[in-house]
């Protein structure tokens, strides 16, 4: 079935540092990749998708490509903000899913990332 | 256009207690979706419905929990004599239907429930 690791966290940055969350999957066919962010007591938003091989999403400065040949989708920020602090979650959608679980997202653990002034 | 809705925003039941947890989705999207946030834990997907239909329930355990989603109305997801291992955030996200099929589609999630069973 269908899975995605991410990198341990938490997650402790100054701010305007560098940031890479690390994500990889499994999935055989072609899934669609997508980065989620919650921010403390609320819901999950979309942060950015990629939905073919080589395709890369960005939004807010974040950005991340989807590498079928590694099966990652690597969230990255050139420089980080405090309102950045959030928990990230990595999902897919698809590949192997079969039928009619095509629609349901498989997520990672999630990382929490907190920004230092 | 608002988001999606979900009330109650806290609930607190007493072990044997049922929960009812709701979900509208937002405007002109026809499908939903349950997942479990247990904490320390990423979300694990429950069960995916469409008006009148449930389409894929296989995240949802055996027992005590159902969904529905009517042709009015909000969705529901209720659990039955709940334990304290169900507590935990509820998150309902709705997605429009457009062509390509649900790997296509957005999933746009609500703020969620908490549910803290004592």
């Known amino acids: 079935g269908n899975s995605v690791t991410q990198m341990e966290g938490p997650v402790t940055l100054s701010e305007e540092a560098f940031l890479t969350i690390n994500c990889t999957y499994t999935?055989?066919?072609?899934?669609?990749l997508f980065w989620y962010v919650q921010y403390p007591g609320e819901g999950l938003q979309l942060l950015l998708k990629?939905?073919?091989?080589?395709d890369k999403g960005s939004n807010k400065g974040f950005e991340a490509t989807y590498r079928k040949e590694t099966t990652s989708f690597h969230l990255e920020k050139g420089s980080v903000q405090v309102s950045d602090s959030a928990v990230y979650f990595c999902a897919l959608k698809g590949g192997n899913a079969g039928g009619t679980s095509y629609g349901k997202l498989t997520f990672g653990q999630g990382t929490i990332l907190t920004v230092h002034p | 256009n608002a988001g999606v809705m979900q009330n109650p925003r806290h609930l607190v039941r007493r072990r044997g207690q049922e929960a009812r947890l709701r979900c509208s989705p937002m405007?002109?999207?026809?499908?939903v979706y349950w997942y479990r946030q247990l904490p320390e834990e990423g979300l694990k997907f429950m069960v995916y419905l469409q008006k009148e239909n449930i389409i894929d329930e296989s995240g949802m355990p055996k027992e005590r929990f159902s969904a529905e989603f009517p042709k009015e109305g909000p969705s529901i997801l209720r659990i039955q004599q709940v334990v304290r291992g169900d507590s935990a955030a509820y998150f309902c996200?709705?997605?429009?239907?457009?062509?390509?099929?649900?790997?296509?589609?957005?999933?746009?999630f609500g703020p969620g429930t908490r549910l803290l069973v004592l």
């Open positions: 996200a709705s997605s429009p239907r457009i062509s390509g099929g649900p790997v296509r589609e957005t999933q746009y």
């Open positions: 405007k002109g999207h026809s499908h």
């Open positions: 990629a939905t073919k091989a080589d």
């Open positions: 999935a055989t066919g072609y899934p669609s």
